[in-house]
């Protein structure tokens, strides 16, 4: 059955209700002409006639009244789940789809999350983390987050902020290997190096040298696939690392970390927040949307603010 029918048998019945079609085309929205058609076209595709019309009253015909008493408790029901939708679509309950990538990403995410299921306890997140970008649709997505470029086209990508590359070690391998001076000492220390999870390709080091994003690749001491595993690395003094802020921001604060070459961090990479049109979005996707860009829109937490890089020798 098309749409166009559906719609005729709803105003048919309509007007044998309100025994007028111009009173029905009105609660309807539709206007007499157009009512009438639709009738036309549905009589014409069955082949009979549905209506007896003059200009003062009307009535079904056999065939007519065959029909609605056919339909009507299956239009009753779609009634029904039509309403269901339209008023789901404003409850602030049910499956939440969120991705985002695993390298460094849980301290970024859980506090938005737990804080939106503090709020609303009837959601249910469905979290997952992964490295590569799978297929928006396919994976039926309601709000990503992604490190680097933009998400493909057909998506609505919301900048949060700019993510720090800062290289790193700690006081205890500073004590034992002493501190680089430079982006060329770091050749003659011990450095890690990270490994996509998916392709296993080698990240360099990206560095700002003078305003401009450059790279450099050292033989490295470690190399891993894990941010956690780096970030531990560095912890326990075994090796210098460029780590992201989303990591190494707090580690920093705490003291158990500290920046090196602070004139090359680079911040050329942004945290996106994307998702579909905002207009067919359920309430409770739009509250996490939200709540996420509120969070995390030029996050303090979570990068190093100048006076802080000024501390560690950048004037």
Same mark, same amino acid.
């Given at each position: 059955?098309?749409?166009?029918?559906?719609?005729?048998?709803?105003?048919?019945?309509?007007?044998?209700?309100?025994?007028?079609?111009?009173?029905?085309?009105?609660?309807?929205?539709?206007?007499?002409?157009?009512?009438?058609?639709?009738?036309?076209?549905?009589?014409? #595709?069955?082949?009979?006639?549905?209506? @007896?019309? $003059?200009? =003062?009253? *009307?009535?079904?015909?056999?065939?007519? /009244?065959?029909?609605?008493?056919?339909?009507?408790?299956?239009?009753?029901?779609?009634?029904?789940?039509?309403?269901?939708?339209?008023?789901?679509?404003?409850?602030?309950?049910?499956?939440?789809?969120?991705?985002?990538?695993?390298?460094?990403?849980?301290?970024?995410?859980?506090?938005?999350?737990?804080?939106?299921?503090?709020?609303?306890?009837?959601?249910?997140?469905?979290?997952?983390?992964?490295?590569?970008?799978?297929?928006?649709?396919?994976?039926?997505?309601?709000?990503?987050?992604?490190?680097?470029?933009?998400?493909?086209?057909?998506?609505?990508?919301?900048?949060?902020?700019?993510?720090?590359?800062?290289?790193?070690? #700690?006081?205890?391998?500073?004590?034992? @290997?002493? $501190?680089? =001076?430079? *982006?060329?000492?770091?050749?003659?220390? /011990?450095?890690?190096?990270?490994?996509?999870?998916?392709?296993?390709?080698?990240?360099?080091?990206?560095?700002?040298?003078?305003?401009?994003?450059?790279?450099?690749?050292?033989?490295?001491?470690?190399?891993?696939?894990?941010?956690?595993?780096?970030?531990?690395?560095?912890?326990?003094?075994?090796?210098?690392?460029?780590?992201?802020?989303?990591?190494?921001?707090?580690?920093?604060?705490?003291?158990?970390?500290?920046?090196?070459?602070?004139?090359?961090?680079?911040?050329?990479?942004?945290?996106?927040?994307?998702?579909?049109?905002?207009?067919?979005?359920?309430?409770?996707?739009?509250?996490?949307?939200?709540?996420?860009?509120?969070?995390?829109?030029?996050?303090?937490?979570?990068?190093?603010?100048?006076?802080?890089?000024?501390?560690?020798?950048?004037?």
């Amino acid at each position: 059955m098309q749409t166009k029918d559906i719609r005729a048998i709803d105003i048919l019945a309509k007007a044998v209700e309100l025994g007028s079609l111009r009173q029905a085309a009105q609660v309807k929205g539709v206007t007499p002409q157009a009512a009438s058609q639709s009738l036309a076209q549905l009589e014409e #595709s069955l082949g009979v006639r549905l209506l @007896h019309r $003059t200009t =003062r009253n *009307l009535s079904l015909t056999e065939e007519g /009244r065959r029909l609605l008493d056919a339909t009507q408790p299956a239009m009753a029901v779609l009634e029904r789940a039509l309403t269901r939708a339209r008023q789901a679509k404003d409850e602030i309950a049910g499956p939440l789809r969120i991705v985002g990538p695993r390298s460094a990403f849980t301290p970024v995410l859980w506090p938005v999350i737990d804080e939106y299921c503090r709020r609303y306890p009837d959601v249910q997140p469905e979290v997952q983390l992964d490295d590569n970008v799978g297929d928006w649709v396919l994976d039926r997505v309601d709000v990503g987050f992604r490190v680097g470029s933009p998400p493909a086209e057909g998506l609505i990508a919301r900048p949060l902020f700019s993510a720090q590359l800062i290289i790193c070690a #700690s006081p205890d391998y500073l004590r034992q @290997h002493g $501190t680089p =001076r430079s *982006l060329e000492e770091l050749a003659f220390h /011990r450095c890690s190096v990270f490994r996509h999870p998916g392709t296993g390709a080698i990240f360099p080091w990206y560095v700002n040298v003078e305003g401009e994003i450059q790279t450099r690749e050292f033989p490295p001491t470690v190399a891993t696939n894990s941010t956690d595993i780096e970030v531990e690395a560095t912890l326990t003094g075994q090796v210098i690392a460029q780590l992201s802020s989303l990591s190494a921001a707090a580690l920093i604060r705490q003291g158990r970390l500290v920046p090196l070459l602070t004139q090359h961090t680079a911040s050329h990479l942004h945290l996106y927040a994307y998702y579909g049109s905002r207009k067919a979005q359920p309430l409770r996707v739009r509250k996490f949307i939200d709540l996420a860009v509120e969070r995390l829109t030029e996050s303090r937490e979570l990068t190093l603010t100048s006076e802080e890089f000024e501390a560690y020798g950048v004037k």
